[in-house]
């Protein structure tokens, strides 16, 4: 069983139909149920993929090492890089930096694409323009999700988009 | 010989042959799997041989374990009597390679049995190739 190879665009635009059937087609009234859909699908691949990574690895002592994983062997299959900061508290809390997120690098959130001459202030427009971008980090989130649920860690992951390109996912280890 | 592979993850059993002393071996094996991955080991996955000649005077299984880092069971029933490690290794990094290809597939639901063709066939071929490479 070789291995096929698919050009990168083909990943980024199925990326981009995705959420953009999700929330104009099925669910154009209800962007959370839209939401969730989109993070189901990226936990049963999560879930998938992990099974296929952790093949050759030896078994994880604890949550720390499983985080790890991800943050290094993972990423790196994913994205072919690692991720560049990883932050814990110690009790359950990490985030996970990506100085430089791939799926998003080459998406503007710059808010002049918009209709100016609706709204007033120039934060809601900014808040729209983000909220349109954090549909696509649904998917990124249910992978690491299910990946880690896979190795036995129940959690929840959200992302922050703040600095652009850089990207921040946080996992709450549900205790 | 083999006579039965399992693939325990959440309840999903493949390839039984008289299934009732299997299944009573299988869940016998999935206890001795609990107690050695409950002692502390800094191991990588575990490949532990239980030998149950005792409860089967008439013939002898050697059942072989394997787990995986999400925490799925692979045991193996062999009638064989001088398996090597080394083949037994093989089978299931093998094995596992198969196992992974499908689960890959989008149409199955994790938890299920898999009920795959090409998996089956590529069991039974790498079943059949175990007996014959360990004959020197």
Redo the contacts between chains.
Sequence with gaps: ?GKREVVESCMDNLMIEMVSAYCNQFYATKPELAARRIEAIGY?VG??L???Y??E?????DHLEAIKFICKDFWSELFKKQIDNLKTNHRGTFVLQDNRFRWLTRMSISPTNTDLSQDSSITTIENKALQATSMYLYFPCGIIRGALS???IACAVSADMSNHPACSFVVRVKA | MIVCIAVVGHQSFTEADDALKLHHIVHCSLDVIDERVNNPK????TLNETYLGLLYPTENYKVYGY??????KFILVTTHLDVRDADVRNFFRRF??AY??A??N?FHV?GKKITSQTFAERVSTIVKSFGLSSAV
């Design positions: 069983m049963h879930h998938q992990s099974e296929r952790t093949m690895h030896p078994r994880f002592s896979n190795l036995g | 800094k191991t990588g996955s787990l995986t880092n999400t925490k799925v596992h390679s992974v290809d689960v890959s989008p994790p």
